[in-house]
C-alpha cells in the first residue's frame, strides 16, 4: 500500500521546547497510520507561513506549536487555491491554546494528538480576513483584555482562577485605553460608542477567559461573534459592566456579543489590533471577512 505524504512543521520555541516530549512516539503512530512524515522546524518568525504555503500536493499538514503557529500555518494555507489545501492536524503546545480548548485536543500529549489525527475527520473552519493577505484563526481584537491572560501573575491564576482575570480587569480598568469606534455589521445594524474592547472570534474560548456557549458558535457557519465593551465612565456604568460579565449577559448596554458574516470598524485614530494573541497591525478603518470553511482542521 502507497504510504501517503506528511508535512510536519514543529515550532521548536513553542511551550518552552516541550515538542520533545512524545515525539518519536508521536512519529510512530503518524507512520503506522500510514503516513510518511517530512518534518521541518521553524528557525524564525514567519516561517510556518512559507512552509504552509509550500504544501500542496501533501495528503495532510501537521503543526506542532501553539496557537500562533497554528495561525501562521493557516495563513500559509490561505495563500492556496482552495481545492490545493491539505487538512490540517494541529499538536498544540503552547499556554493558552484556544483552538484545542475549542475542539477538545489533548494538549502537551504529541503521542494522543498523532492518535486523533490518525483516526479523526476533517472538519471545515471560518477563517478571518483582515484585508492585505492577514488572516486569523481565532481572534481579532483590540483594546483592554487582551493582553490580561499573560499580565495577570501566574500566582494568583492559581489560586484564583477566573477570579483573577476579573480583578486584574479591575484593577486596570481606570487606565485602560478606550476608542471611538463606529462598528457596522453585514446586516445593517450598526453600534457606534467609547469601546475598551471589540473582539472578534469563531472559538469557544479566548485567552483562555472568557467562554463562550456552544450553542452560540459555529465554527463553520460563515458568522464570526463580534464582542462589544463600552468604557465604564461613571461608577454605576463600571458595576453595570461587572454585573453583566459575572452574570454572562451577553446582550446589555455595557457588554454586546453580536453574530456577523463581516465587521466594519471605523476609528477617530488609529488603533492596534491583536490577531491571535500576536501583533495585528494599526488601523483607523478595518473591515473583517469571514471566510467561510476555508480549512479543515482534523478532530
Same mark, same amino acid.
Given at each position: 500500500?502507497?504510504? !501517503? ?57 501537521c503543526c506542532m506549536g501553539g496557537d500562533g503557529t497554528l495561525s501562521d500555518v493557516i495563513e500559509g494555507l490561505m495563500r492556496l487555491p482552495e481545492d ?42 471560518d477563517v478571518g480576513d483582515m484585508g492585505n493577505g492577514r488572516y486569523f484563526t481565532y481572534v481579532a481584537a483590540f483594546g483592554a483584555f487582551t493582553d ?8 494568583? !491564576?492559581?489560586?484564583?482562577? $477566573? ?14 485605553? $478606550?476608542? !471611538? ?29 472568557? !467562554? ?88
Amino acid at each position: 500500500m502507497a504510504m !501517503k505524504s506528511l508535512l510536519l512543521i514543529i515550532n521548536p520555541v513553542a511551550g518552552r521546547g516541550t515538542y520533545k516530549n512524545g515525539l518519536g512516539e508521536a512519529l510512530h503512530v503518524l507512520h503506522s497510520a500510514g503516513y510518511a512524515p517530512t518534518v521541518r522546524f521553524t528557525t524564525r518568525a514567519g516561517e510556518a507561513v512559507e512552509l504552509a504555503a509550500e504544501s500542496a500536493g501533501y495528503d495532510m499538514l501537521c503543526c506542532m506549536g501553539g496557537d500562533g503557529t497554528l495561525s501562521d500555518v493557516i495563513e500559509g494555507l490561505m495563500r492556496l487555491p482552495e481545492d490545493a489545501r491539505p487538512p490540517i492536524g494541529y499538536f498544540p503546545l503552547g499556554t493558552a491554546n484556544d483552538v484545542a480548548t475549542t475542539l477538545k485536543l489533548p494538549k502537551g500529549d504529541s503521542p494522543a494528538c498523532a492518535r486523533r489525527i490518525a483516526g479523526g475527520e476533517a472538519r471545515a473552519w471560518d477563517v478571518g480576513d483582515m484585508g492585505n493577505g492577514r488572516y486569523f484563526t481565532y481572534v481579532a481584537a483590540f483594546g483592554a483584555f487582551t493582553d490580561v491572560s499573560y499580565e495577570t501573575p501566574q500566582q494568583s !491564576k492559581q489560586a484564583l482562577g $477566573h477570579l483573577a482575570y476579573i480583578l486584574e480587569g479591575m484593577n486596570r480598568i481606570t487606565r485602560l485605553p $478606550h476608542a !471611538k469606534c463606529r462598528v457596522e455589521l453585514d446586516s445593517g445594524e450598526i453600534e457606534e460608542g467609547d469601546f475598551i474592547f471589540g473582539g472578534v472570534t469563531n472559538s469557544l474560548s479566548v485567552a483562555g477567559l472568557v !467562554k463562550l456557549d456552544p450553542e452560540l458558535v459555529g465554527l463553520d457557519d460563515g458568522s464570526f461573534e463580534v464582542s462589544l465593551v463600552r468604557y465604564p465612565e461613571t461608577l454605576s456604568e463600571l458595576n453595570a459592566l461587572m454585573g453583566q460579565a459575572v452574570s454572562r449577559n451577553l446582550n446589555g448596554p455595557a457588554l454586546k456579543i453580536l453574530h456577523a458574516g463581516s465587521v466594519k470598524f471605523s476609528f477617530e485614530n488609529p488603533v492596534s489590533f491583536t490577531r491571535d494573541g500576536e501583533p495585528g497591525g494599526c488601523f483607523s478603518e478595518l473591515t473583517i471577512t469571514n471566510r467561510r470553511a476555508a480549512v479543515k482542521i482534523i478532530c
